[in-house]
């Protein structure tokens, strides 16, 4: 109970390193024991204070004291987040939610954005369990595509495969994500298949995943507030998805069928087409 408590007091945390990954994406690494023991797919709500609180994905976990998310440049606290320097403070609680649930067998990672932020960590914990790893780092251009060093780093290993795709073709493989993965499927069995970034992406791949009966997860994204399953703000069809989620199988997400890719709450609570 106490441990419950601690876990939802922000706290506050200096920044050790800024690292840059595109125009406007960065990576913020801090010192926090709690966050830096999460697992790949949960999220910490990082506070800026006098701005807001945002949800995050963890990026980096040491399993020691430091982690790191990964920041684009949007509204008004992702802007404030991508304006911090070394040693400035923020405000951080957490970790929230279920992660991912990693196997070793034949995986498919698809990350469209700053949507790659949780498939990283899970690609370490996925090697490190002997997993074949295919990512797919989907963007719309170069510029939207983060984290292409960590992958090659630790996709080193000849049984891997990195693929890279970009809307406008100014980077790897020219056209949408989904697209790419209709091809993939039709050509290797995958036991598993990850993916997290745009609404819209991940109902596609849903679909194709379907269609072909292999097991997926996928990570979504509400307006959250609280954090905790107290507020509701993020709820999705029965869920929760601070609680419940942000990670959810395909059993789950038949469930909420009437939701996922068509409608969400706003900050009033009121929902909103995506
Ligand atoms: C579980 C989860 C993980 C996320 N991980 C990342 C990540 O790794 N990197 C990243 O850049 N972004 C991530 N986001 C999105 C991020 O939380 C913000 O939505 C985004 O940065 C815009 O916030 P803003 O305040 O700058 O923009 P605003 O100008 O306030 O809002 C822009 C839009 O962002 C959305 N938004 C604002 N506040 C919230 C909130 N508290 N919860 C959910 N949506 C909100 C609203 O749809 C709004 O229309 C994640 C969201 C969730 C739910």
Redesign the pocket.
């Known amino acids: 109970m106490e441990d419950r408590i601690l876990i939802n007091k922000p706290r506050i945390t200096t920044v050790k390193q800024v690292r840059n990954e595109t125009n406007d994406i960065l990576t913020l690494f801090v010192q926090d024991k709690r966050c830096s023991a999460a697992s790949p797919g949960q999220?910490a709500m990082i506070w800026v204070p006098g701005i807001?609180?945002?949800?995050?994905?963890l990026?980096f976990m040491d399993g020691k004291d430091t982690c790191g998310?990964?920041?684009?440049s949007?509204?008004?606290?992702?802007?404030a987040l991508f304006n911090k320097k070394e040693n400035d403070h923020i405000g951080i609680r957490g970790p929230y939610?279920n992660g991912f649930t990693p196997i070793s067998g034949n995986c498919l990672l698809v990350g469209g954005g700053?949507g790659l932020?949780p498939l990283l960590p899970l690609t370490k914990i996925l090697v490190k369990k002997g997993a074949r790893v295919t990512l797919m780092l989907a963007g719309k251009s170069r510029n939207e595509i983060p984290f292409f060093k960590d992958a090659q780093d630790l996709l080193s290993n000849s049984k891997h495969k990195i693929i890279v795709t970009t809307d406008d073709g100014s980077y790897g493989l020219k056209g949408v994500a989904s697209d790419h993965v209709t091809v993939l499927l039709k050509n290797e069995k995958y036991d598993k298949l990850y993916t997290c970034g745009p609404e819209i992406m991940l109902k596609k791949i849903f679909a194709l995943a379907e269609k072909r009966i292999i097991s997926i997860e996928v990570s979504l994204?509400?307006?959250?507030?609280c954090g905790f399953g107290l507020c509701g703000s993020c709820s999705i069809g029965r869920y929760l998805?601070c609680l419940d989620g942000?990670v959810f199988s395909s059993k789950q997400l038949k469930e909420i069928s009437n939701d996922f890719g068509i409608s969400r709450r706003?900050i009033n609570g009121e929902k909103t087409p995506i």
């Open positions: 999220f807001g609180e945002i949800p995050m994905s990026s998310f990964t920041v684009k949007i509204g008004k606290t992702s802007k939610g700053t932020s994204e509400r307006y959250i507030k998805l942000p706003n």
